[in-house]
């Protein structure tokens, strides 16, 4: 019986010798999950089906190898498509035979067809963008996918200038002249694009005025005249006019304090707040930069004056309108200078990089430095997740043990964040292992002693006469 209980020793010893093994050859895979081996000891039964206080234990079993899923410790690199879950959860991928498979080891790429897909070519599962309004659609899971096509242009609808105009500028005494800086006190560039995604130059020229005019808002001390053209024409596309010819767009009009109280129009009327609406429409062939009337005030802001009936868009691709706001522009005492110009258009664009948040979004960055949102990614988790199935390259299968998969966003309800450009490292402590390898072969070495007493207990009883 001896030789039969220290066998038992032999094999456990064994078993526990090749988890640790496997657990030290496994130091360095990412999303590596160690292992530990459970024992169970063993008992002969009486005719009764029990054991009495005389039974004489028959050995040892092993019961289970069961995984450790604590978090491992995240490594950082240079590639942002490297993921991390910081918390609970699993990558969710779909095998190349259509099965689903589950992750802890984040090191993803693109492949050909824009899919994000790891070094065994399994996709990563996610939710896609919806086509037209651009948001996440949260009701369909699918393989996540990035657009790899150019982002489409956007035509200029309004634009902004923060500047300041020096308060101590005098008026010009000759009269204006686009080509004449003695003519005007600042200039300023803004760069606008056409509905085709061509950019064109619209050039402001500030002049101080010499009199306050007469529908200037109650408060005002100083007046400004603008005057623009665009790719050094006039706005409705012919030469620019001769010296003292052009006429002003619209007059900005400041208080004592320096801020802006209101603005005129090109026929001298109040506009009701802070910005200038500008016209023309006779464009150049192959894309105009379509600077036509607005149809109504701006929609976000509310400001500027509704005129009516829209000029017929030209077949070009004229946009409809671009309104210029003077929200921030200022009337202080230092030399007059740009702030800061924006504007809401940009030129057609391609795909120069990836970005992934701590809520699993994937953006797209684009050459015209646009970022669009191309997906998200999504984590599963299990209620019994020693109950998942090993199936080998860190993955594991859900079983019914496991229970089935709850899926859901990064950073919502039990599942954990995202971290990009990192990996989760296993979660092996090796010193941890080291130990443990010494205690087995002790124990390894003490079950073999045993069947080596038995053995002499034996033969002392064979050699008796």
């Given at each position: 019986m001896s030789f039969r209980t220290a066998l038992t020793g032999l094999n456990a010893a064994s078993a526990d010798l090749g988890v640790i093994s496997n657990n030290i050859a496994n130091n360095n895979t990412t999303g590596f999950k160690s292992s530990r081996a459970e024992f169970g000891d063993i008992y002969s039964l009486s005719d009764l089906g029990t054991s009495t206080r005389r039974s004489i234990g028959t050995g040892v079993k092993l019961n289970a190898v069961s995984q450790q899923f604590k978090q491992g410790n995240l490594e950082t690199t240079s590639n942002p498509l490297d993921l991390a879950i910081d918390g609970e959860g699993f990558f969710s991928l779909k095998d190349t035979d259509g099965s689903m498979v589950y992750t802890r080891a984040g090191a993803f790429q693109l492949n050909k067809e824009g899919y994000v897909v790891n070094s065994l070519g399994q996709k990563l599962q996610g939710y896609q963008t919806n086509p037209t309004t651009g948001a996440i659609d949260l009701g369909t899971e699918s393989d996540l996918q990035t657009q790899t096509a150019n982002i489409d242009p956007k035509q200029t609808t309004t634009g902004e200038y923060g500047i300041n105009l020096n308060a101590g500028s005098v008026a010009p005494t000759a009269a204006f002249d686009f080509n004449d800086s003695r003519t005007y006190n600042f200039a300023s560039a803004m760069t606008v694009f056409d509905s085709l995604g061509n950019d064109h130059s619209l050039n402001a020229y500030f002049v101080r005025a010499n009199a306050l005019p007469a529908a200037a808002p109650a408060g005002t001390t100083a007046a400004w005249n603008v005057y623009f053209n665009i790719d050094g024409l006039q706005l409705d596309g012919s030469p620019l006019p001769a010296s003292g010819a052009a006429a002003p767009y619209g007059t900005l009009c400041f208080d004592a304090f320096g801020d802006i109280v209101g603005t005129l129009n090109a026929a001298g009327a109040a506009t009701g707040g802070a910005a200038?609406?500008?016209?023309?429409?006779?464009?150049?062939?192959?894309?105009?930069?379509?600077?036509?009337?607005?149809?109504?005030?701006?929609?976000?802001?509310?400001?500027?004056?509704?005129?009516?009936?829209?000029?017929?868009?030209?077949?070009?691709?004229?946009?409809?309108?671009?309104?210029?706001?003077?929200?921030?522009?200022?009337?202080?005492?230092?030399?007059?200078?740009?702030?800061?110009?924006?504007?809401?258009?940009?030129?057609?664009?391609?795909?120069?990089?990836?970005?992934?948040?701590?809520?699993?979004?994937?953006?797209?960055?684009?050459?015209?430095?646009?970022?669009?949102?191309?997906?998200?990614?999504?984590?599963?988790?299990?209620?019994?997740?020693?109950?998942?199935?090993?199936?080998?390259?860190?993955?594991?299968?859900?079983?019914?043990?496991?229970?089935?998969?709850?899926?859901?966003?990064?950073?919502?309800?039990?599942?954990?964040?995202?971290?990009?450009?990192?990996l989760e490292l296993s979660n092996v402590e090796l010193s941890e292992q080291l130990v443990k390898m010494i205690s087995a072969q002790r124990n390894f070495q003490a079950n073999a002693q045993v069947i080596s007493t038995a053995d002499q207990m034996t033969q002392t009883l064979l050699q008796m006469r």
């Open positions: 200038i609406s500008l016209t023309g429409a006779g464009l150049p062939p192959g894309g105009g930069t379509g600077i036509v009337p607005t149809n109504g005030p701006d929609p976000i802001t509310g400001i500027g004056i509704p005129n009516g009936a829209q000029n017929p868009i030209n077949s070009t691709g004229t946009p409809p309108g671009v309104t210029i706001k003077f929200n921030s522009v200022t009337q202080y005492g230092s030399p007059s200078g740009n702030n800061e110009i924006t504007q809401d258009g940009y030129a057609t664009g391609r795909v120069v990089g990836v970005d992934v948040g701590e809520d699993g979004s994937i953006s797209g960055r684009y050459s015209n430095g646009q970022a669009k949102v191309l997906g998200q990614v999504i984590l599963a988790n299990f209620r019994n997740t020693q109950g998942l199935s090993p199936i080998g390259d860190s993955s594991w299968a859900e079983t019914a043990a496991s229970g089935q998969p709850v899926k859901g966003p990064p950073g919502t309800a039990s599942l954990g964040i995202v971290r990009s450009g990192a």
